[in-house]
């Protein structure tokens, strides 16, 4: 174990060398917008910020799957030959009543009804999503089974968290942390957000964005409106209210891009949008079969705008109208380019982090990670002389390597990742410590110092071994079972446990191995 090849050593000096520029980031600007010039972030309670916590409401998850199941019950009871029936969505208790007022159809409608059962069957595998039953007075009620409520409840947070993180990346927010906190809430911070209530606006808000035809011969002054008719309100004309089709004929699912800008001809802010190959065709079809008649553009059920289509649109683009400024027409855009929420989206919680907090944190943190390294050096120093230093110098390239690593992932520093510096340094001390006391115990017993130092080595190096592979494992699983900061407590003392067994059993050793080949000692400073 006491010989090094010369490309060891290249390497081991190399190791060094590239952990050190790694850390350049974190001090210097970068000379070149190409370089990749990657540095650590700080967190939350280090930089100062806002937190978050949002709720998914899955009441309306729970309501959308019972319209559209009332939908497909409708249609599939209309093909099967019934005429009169009632269907009724019932979300309080996650199922739909289907009444029959023909008897002699009970029958045709049972059939129709376990069809759409089979067809809601994932896979047509053995356990349906939806539960057939048959009241004593021979209506029918089709419910949501448990398993299919939470599959849906945990697919419409996972989608949820996607279209926050696509909505916050196009404010330009630096490394924001969104995490799934329990069953139906997202914990996001927000590091130097001081005022967070444009983000809040932005992810209140559920965007969905739908095309669908005014009933322009639809009364919008009656109480009711008419069966497959909505009354929406019209944003363009405050106070008023405008009569569109329920059916949705162009969905917004189907745009790829949409931008902020201003018509070159009245100057006023619009919103551009382009649609998939898709929403092309069905856009071009609709606008073909109704030149004349107002289209109207439909986000979170308002109408923002409902012009009249002049020619057939087949060019899959358009632009959207109405009373926008510069904002409002920039957030529409953000909202529309990431995707409508599955459910919307509810803040439990909000809490500020102020910058002189996180300046006290850091100013806590660097005190305590500067007093805990000169004790340690003192004493690896005063106990074990020579070697004690060279393992000093391992700890401060120990240091250097975790930053740079750390930098190179950009990896976000909060108090318990400065806790987990500062332990890793801890740790890499324990290893060197059990070198030099086996080298210690070999002098002892009258071994050569060559001797000494390779037998020392060779019984350190399992024992230091066994208890990093443990300690390793340990962290591994904190990461993928703990949340937030325990993550990155986890993070940092797991790559500590990597670079401390390079310095400890490679950079002492290549020290020791150079200053015994440099003096031929015939004792060893232990």
């Not at 390294?373 to 005063?382: D, P």
């Not at 930053?403 to 060197?432: C, H, K, Q, R, Y």
Request: aromatic share 6%; net charge neutral.
């Amino acid at each position: 174990m006491m010989y090094f090849s010369r490309l060891k050593t290249a390497l081991v000096i190399g190791t060094c060398v590239l952990g050190a520029l790694l850390c350049l980031p974190n001090l210097l600007p970068a000379p070149a917008n190409w370089l990749p010039w990657r540095s650590i972030h700080l967190g939350l309670d280090l930089r100062g910020g806002s937190h978050l916590l949002l709720e998914v409401d899955m009441s309306v998850v729970i309501r959308e799957r019972l319209d559209s199941l009332a939908d497909s019950t409708r249609t599939g009871l209309r093909r099967a030959g019934v005429a009169r029936f009632l269907v009724t969505a019932q979300p309080a208790q996650d199922r739909i009543a289907v009444r029959i007022d023909e008897p002699d159809k009970q029958d045709a409608a049972r059939t129709a009804l376990r069809e759409l059962i089979a067809a809601n069957t994932p896979g047509g595998g053995n356990r349906p999503d939806l539960e057939l039953a048959t009241a004593p007075d021979g209506s029918f009620t089709i419910t949501l089974s448990q398993v299919a409520l939470k599959e849906r409840a945990s697919a419409a947070v996972q989608q949820s968290i996607e279209i926050v993180r696509r909505r916050i990346d196009e404010t330009g927010v630096v490394d924001p942390q969104i995490t799934r906190q329990g069953e139906s809430r997202i914990v996001v911070q927000l590091p130097g957000i001081e005022d967070p209530n444009r983000i809040k606006e932005l992810l209140g808000k559920t965007a969905r964005m739908t095309f669908r035809l005014v009933a322009e011969e639809v009364n919008t002054n009656v109480a009711v409106p008419p069966p497959g008719v909505d009354f929406l309100a019209d944003e363009s004309y405050p106070g008023s209210r405008i009569a569109v089709r329920r059916r949705v004929d162009v969905d917004g699912a189907n745009l790829t891009d949409a931008r902020a800008g201003q018509n070159g001809q009245t100057g006023e802010w619009v919103v551009n949008f382009t649609f998939d190959s898709l929403g092309t065709r069905r856009f071009a079809d609709i606008s073909r079969a109704n030149v004349g008649h107002r289209f109207a553009i439909v986000l979170d059920d308002k109408v923002i705008s409902a012009p009249v289509i002049r020619e057939a649109i087949t060019a899959g683009r358009g632009q959207i109208s109405g009373h926008f400024d510069p904002k409002s027409a920039t957030d529409l855009s953000v909202l529309l380019r990431a995707g409508a929420l599955p459910a919307p989206l509810t803040v439990v919680e909000e809490r500020s982090v102020g910058p002189e907090l996180g300046a006290d944190a850091i100013r806590a943190g660097a005190i305590s990670l500067a007093v805990g390294f000169l004790f340690v050096i003192a004493y690896m120093g005063i106990f074990y002389g020579l070697f004690g230093w060279f393992a000093n110098i391992a700890l401060v390239v120990n240091l250097v390597l975790l930053i740079g690593v750390l930098s190179l992932f950009e990896a976000t520093l909060t108090l318990p990742g400065m806790a987990g510096i500062l332990l890793t340094l801890g740790m890499a001390v324990d290893a060197n410590i059990l070198i030099n006391e086996r080298i210690r115990e070999e002098v002892r017993n009258g071994r050569s110092p060559l001797s000494a130092m390779d037998t020392g080595f060779r019984r350190a190096f399992s024992t230091i071994i066994d208890s990093n592979a443990t300690a390793f494992l340990a962290h591994v699983m904190l990461f993928f079972f703990g949340a937030g900061p325990v993550r990155g407590f986890a993070v940092t003392i797991t790559v500590g446990i990597a670079t401390s067994l390079f310095t400890a059993t490679m950079l002492a050793r290549l020290f020791m191995v150079r200053w015994y080949a440099t003096n031929r000692p015939q004792a060893l400073p232990v």
